[in-house]
């Protein structure tokens, strides 16, 4: 069996054990450096041997991992991730699975907006409307649909936000990346607006400039997003340990110096479903089912600097201890340039 070079030369690998849902000890299982690669856009992977088939379940230290590699400041592409079986070094397609490194944080199933409660609650501003939509979602039944249409008026900056009203959800200091899906639509005189058509903004986060544009994002289709935490934005080191609210907003063009900003007559549709917090270094697991004849499996991933790659399909089953023994492999990096791709969630956990 033939193996890049550049494969050869830079395949690290790390041996960890994990506990096992039985007692019974696995043979050690030298890393097999032939085994090919499954796809050249994904640079890392970790070896895991499973016995038997059923439910298995994998915990990795994304960060620790990282660090191994010497990128101690890398993120986690959580949607990157996907398991491929083996069977004599050749990999076949990858299966479905299931991880708990991302936590939901809000959804598109209910729409607060009574300040009074004692519940997180959407507020809208100035031309901007809210309202629940149930003919787009990735996940539920419905999506938060949030309408602006630039009229005359005083303001020169307006959005709208979640407030999270001193609820536990506030406290984002475990999580490294924040994603999320958006769906823009825009008419025709705003489409010069486009590719990055809102501010995102941390309010409470404790930097000096809490906001910063919001990301490229191709109309008229699902949007994956991610948003680093660990830096945000300009921010080094954000408190995210008690924020006040999410906020999406724009800037309206007021005089002919605020060229760029939306104009009188400009109409903008956000579709958003889905929000989910990462953390990479926690208890979070990758879950799936085994097949009895695979020899072995890969978890292929990558960086958020990356992203990019098509959304995994999603495995839901009750999981089980396995003994498992994975190990690294980092192949050279490449940069490469992917089109967003609309996300399908078979399921929200």
Known sequence: MKMNVGHKLSLLIIILTVLFFKSLMLPEV?????????????????????????????????????????LPEALLDVRSIRVVPYRDGVPGEAIPYEETYSTSLIDGESLNMDSTSSEPYWVEEDLFTLELDSIRSTQGVSSVHAQFEHRRNGSTWTGFRYEFNNSPTM?????????????????DSAVDQSPDLYFFELEGCGCIIDWFNGPAIVMDMWNPVSVSLKPFGSCAAPDASALENIRFSVKLRRDQINVGFYDEGDVLDLWLDNFRL???????????EAEADADAYYIYFDTLTHEGHPPPGIFIKSPMLIRETYRFGLRPLRRRSFAPTPPLFLSNH
């Open 278 to 288: 990462v953390d990479q270094d926690g208890a979070g697991e990758i879950r799936w």
């Open 30 to 70: 030298h890393a097999e450096s032939l085994d090919m690669w499954w796809d050249e856009d994904w640079p890392y992977r970790l070896r895991v041997t499973v016995e038997g088939g059923g439910a298995a379940s994998v915990n990795i230290d994304f960060s620790h991992e990282f660090e191994t590699l010497g």
């Open 171 to 187: 406290d984002w200091s475990d999580h490294e990346v924040l994603i999320y899906d958006v769906w823009p639509e825009v008419n």
